[in-house]
Nanobody
Framework: QVQLVESGGGLVQAGGSLRLSCEGS???????MAWYRQAPGKQRELVAT???????NYVDSVKGRFTISRDYAGNRVYLQMNSLKSEDTAVYYC??????????????WGQGTRVTVSS
């Protein structure tokens, strides 16, 4: 069973940047991965996905500002967040899919890391 641990959240001013990191305890090398977020009072939202062959997708609201990537050697997935806005405030979750080449939905969730953007 893969376990995921996120880090890198915190408080940042609008316009600033943060880099979230997710470390997998098991083999996530061949697994499609994603970042979700849940803002206060809202449903969880799929932010970005990356497949085992580095195919990426983003929700429209973060395109051009966020970048998802993976470090195969270190078994990590990252979310670089630039030009942050107050509406990016949320708990961010690292998620592993049940597939590799295509994102087929969430299977394993991390515990989440909180991002707060002050305006």
């Amino acid at each position: 069973q893969v376990q995921l641990v996120e880090s890198g959240g915190g408080l940042v001013q609008a316009g600033g940047s943060l880099r979230l990191s997710c470390e997998g305890s098991g083999n996530i090398f061949s697994t499609a991965m994603a970042w979700y977020r849940q803002a206060p009072g809202k449903q969880r939202e799929l932010v970005a996905t990356i497949t085992s062959v580095n195919r990426v997708n983003y929700v429209d609201s973060v395109k051009g500002r966020f970048t998802i990537s993976r470090d195969y050697a270190g078994n990590r997935v990252y979310l670089q967040m630039n030009s942050l806005k107050s509406e990016d405030t949320a708990v961010y979750y690292c998620v592993a899919s049940r597939s590799g080449g295509t994102w087929l939905g969430p299977q394993t969730w991390g515990q989440g890391t909180r991002v707060t953007v002050s305006s």
